[in-house]
């Protein structure tokens, strides 16, 4: 079996970040207009030099390639066509090494308690405890422990709806780009930060003044970190390292009589852009069904040159559910039900080590790396469950599940949001296409009504064509039938796909092949998850290990 290299980040303090270049003077130039980049001139664009920065904490890097989803589940125990093969291509991308654990989840309660100090959100974060009651048995103190005490803190968090598990994905979002930001100094530091958010914060004098360093209650932003808003201007905070504005007519202020103007005058700091290269490549997201089945089957581990040598039936190697290896043999791979009464076996030799969940990083991970692709919990991932989706979804990236939505602005440009939460207000998306510039004119002022991009406007005698737009599209091909809904079947476009295989479940369902399904809304104390991201750039994530074609050098832009 080949062996592989994973790149796994695992904590805040270990994270890697790529200072953006644009304060430097560089003699790149324009291969199209000859013009030099990063130049103290107006029109001049401000390059960083092309890297693939790090995505955060917890995620593996997992490159994409082709699979048959489905393929490896081999009976159909329901015929009901649920899982139908078809060979699909999942583009490269991040996933969480584990399940999102209890001790996740209270740092992101905690963190709703103490900085939006949101009684609503914070109600609506819980997890359902009550998941573990059940009329025929005696679970009372996995109500009352399981989330909080200490004894269960690296245990997967359960109790979670499929709509939970979105906002997670969001706000850990926010809150790994806004450590990043603050570690590096492009936003002020968090003893900045916490100065002014206890109202501290002075200019000079006192420990707090110290910490400030030249920073004012006025120019440190304390409302909750959000991404979009401070990609859109609207999060008024700039530390000491923030990128610097080359573009001359950006100079603030006029020096004092005879003096001579300062370096913050001269080249005033900037928000960081998104082509800074300074934030995570993506969002943190749930994983796509096909995304979580190719990472599960871990193909990789018996791929050679384009052939796959075997059909997987688990995340391991093998056919069996039990460790061949003469240090380990017998052991189960995974935490699951072996059969009616049997969650963990004989007391003095616990086969799984386990009689409800277990630790998220319990048992041996796959080839990708990832520990629990199979039972402990099963998995919310991002798709609207149809029966024969996998017929009716693009070969390439297929997702079921596209709901478009746009953030809202106010005339002024400005994101609208949710109380004082900062979180952006979206709505459904009008168009398929970028709105026309008329729709706008009150946000982009210009003297005329036209452009070198659109020299001539439409007649208003000139017929136009209708196109409809549904930004709903989660029943494409196959809507949903309500007629029938709570007659014979509950599928709508609520329910979501979730797969795995629990700690509760038989081994039929460990296969990452099956699935199933449940309301959004709907929690369980079998169903758990864990996070993903896009990623950018070149899809090989070791091209040196395959035979390459020599690359010629760029003459655009920068070293990797």
């Known amino acids: 079996m080949r062996k592989f290299t994973l790149l796994i980040l695992a904590a805040f303090t270990g994270l890697t970040f790529i200072k953006a270049s644009c304060s430097k003077k560089s003699s790149q130039v324009s291969s199209k207009t000859g013009a030099a980049y990063n130049a103290k001139r107006p029109g001049s664009l401000q390059v960083s030099n092309k890297i693939k920065p790090t995505p955060g904490p917890g995620l593996v890097h997992i490159e994409g390639g082709t699979f048959v989803m489905g393929g490896s589940n081999i009976d159909d125990i329901g015929f009901d066509y649920a899982a139908p093969k078809r060979r699909v291509t999942v583009a490269t991308f991040y996933m969480d090494e584990t399940e999102v654990a209890n001790i996740d989840w209270l740092e992101y309660l905690n963190w709703i308690k103490e900085v939006p100090q949101d009684p609503r959100w914070y109600y609506e974060a819980l997890p359902d405890t009550l998941v573990w009651r059940s009329p025929l048995a005696y679970n009372e103190p996995y109500v009352n422990n399981y989330?909080?005490?200490?004894?269960?803190?690296?245990?997967?968090?359960?109790?979670?709806?499929?709509?939970?598990?979105?906002?997670?994905?969001?706000?850990?979002?926010?809150?790994?780009?806004?450590?990043?930001?603050?570690?590096?100094?492009?936003?002020?530091?968090?003893?900045?930060?916490?100065?002014?958010?206890?109202?501290?914060?002075?200019?000079?004098?006192?420990?707090?003044?110290?910490?400030?360093?030249?920073?004012?209650?006025?120019?440190?932003?304390?409302?909750?970190?959000?991404?979009?808003?401070?990609?859109?201007?609207?999060?008024?905070?700039?530390?000491?390292?923030?990128?610097?504005?080359?573009?001359?007519?950006?100079?603030?202020?006029?020096?004092?009589?005879?003096?001579?103007?300062?370096?913050?005058?001269?080249?005033?700091?900037?928000?960081?852009?998104?082509?800074?290269?300074?934030?995570?490549?993506?969002?943190?997201?749930?994983?796509?069904?096909?995304?979580?089945?190719?990472?599960?089957?871990?193909?990789?581990?018996?791929?050679?040159?384009?052939?796959?040598?075997?059909?997987?039936?688990?995340?391991?190697?093998?056919?069996?559910?039990?460790?061949?290896?003469?240090?380990?043999?017998?052991?189960?791979?995974?935490?699951?039900?072996?059969?009616?009464?049997?969650?963990?076996?004989?007391?003095?030799?616990?086969?799984?080590?386990?009689?409800?969940?277990?630790?998220?990083?319990?048992?041996?991970?796959?080839?990708?790396?990832?520990?629990?692709?199979?039972?402990?919990?099963?998995?919310?991932?991002?798709?609207?469950?149809?029966?024969?989706?996998?017929?009716?979804?693009?070969?390439?990236?297929?997702?079921?599940?596209?709901?478009?939505?746009?953030?809202?602005?106010?005339?002024?440009?400005?994101?609208?949001?949710?109380?004082?939460?900062?979180?952006?207000?979206?709505?459904?998306?009008?168009?398929?296409?970028?709105?026309?510039?008329?729709?706008?004119?009150?946000?982009?002022?210009?003297?005329?009504?036209?452009s070198p991009s659109t020299p001539d406007p439409i007649p208003d005698d000139m017929p136009k064509l209708v196109e409809t737009f549904t930004a709903d599209q989660r029943g494409a091909s196959d809507p949903q039938n309500l007629d029938l809904y709570g007659k014979i079947t509950l599928v709508n476009d609520r329910a979501k796909v979730y797969k795995g295989g629990s700690w509760n479940d038989r081994a039929y369902w460990l296969n990452p092949g099956t699935r199933r399904f449940l309301d959004q809304g709907e929690a369980s104390s079998e169903i758990g998850f864990r996070c993903a991201m896009s990623s950018v750039g070149d899809p090989q994530i070791n091209p040196k290990e395959t035979p390459q074609f020599k690359k010629p050098k760029s003459r655009v832009g920068f070293k990797k």
């Not at 109380?419 to 979206?426: H, L, S």
């Open 147 to 450: 989330l909080r005490h200490p004894a269960y803190q690296d245990y997967p968090v359960v109790g979670v709806t499929w709509e939970q598990a979105v906002a997670y994905c969001d706000w850990r979002t926010n809150i790994v780009n806004e450590t990043k930001l603050r570690n590096n100094g492009i936003l002020s530091d968090w003893k900045t930060y916490a100065a002014a958010k206890n109202g501290t914060l002075t200019k000079g004098g006192g420990a707090a003044g110290a910490a400030a360093k030249g920073n004012s209650a006025a120019t440190v932003s304390t409302e909750p970190f959000d991404l979009d808003l401070y990609l859109n201007g609207q999060y008024n905070d700039k530390g000491k390292k923030a990128p610097k504005d080359l573009n001359p007519k950006s100079s603030t202020g006029t020096p004092a009589a005879g003096g001579k103007p300062s370096a913050s005058e001269k080249n005033p700091a900037r928000f960081a852009r998104l082509e800074d290269g300074v934030f995570t490549p993506g969002r943190y997201r749930l994983p796509t069904e096909a995304e979580w089945e190719y990472a599960a089957l871990a193909l990789i581990g018996t791929a050679n040159n384009n052939i796959v040598n075997n059909s997987k039936v688990y995340p391991w190697y093998g056919l069996g559910i039990r460790s061949p290896k003469k240090k380990t043999r017998g052991l189960i791979y995974a935490n699951f039900k072996r059969g009616a009464g049997d969650n963990m076996g004989v007391a003095g030799y616990l086969n799984d080590a386990a009689d409800i969940t277990a630790p998220v990083r319990a048992y041996m991970p796959n080839d990708f790396g990832l520990y629990n692709m199979a039972g402990n919990v099963s998995e919310w991932v991002l798709d609207t469950y149809r029966k024969t989706s996998f017929d009716q979804v693009e070969d390439f990236s297929p997702f079921r599940g596209n709901e478009y939505e746009n953030k809202e602005y106010d005339d002024a440009g400005k994101i609208q949001t949710i109380g004082k939460t900062n979180v952006p207000i979206k709505n459904p998306a009008k168009s398929g296409k970028k709105d026309p510039y008329s729709q706008h004119a009150n946000k982009y002022p210009s003297d005329s009504k036209v």
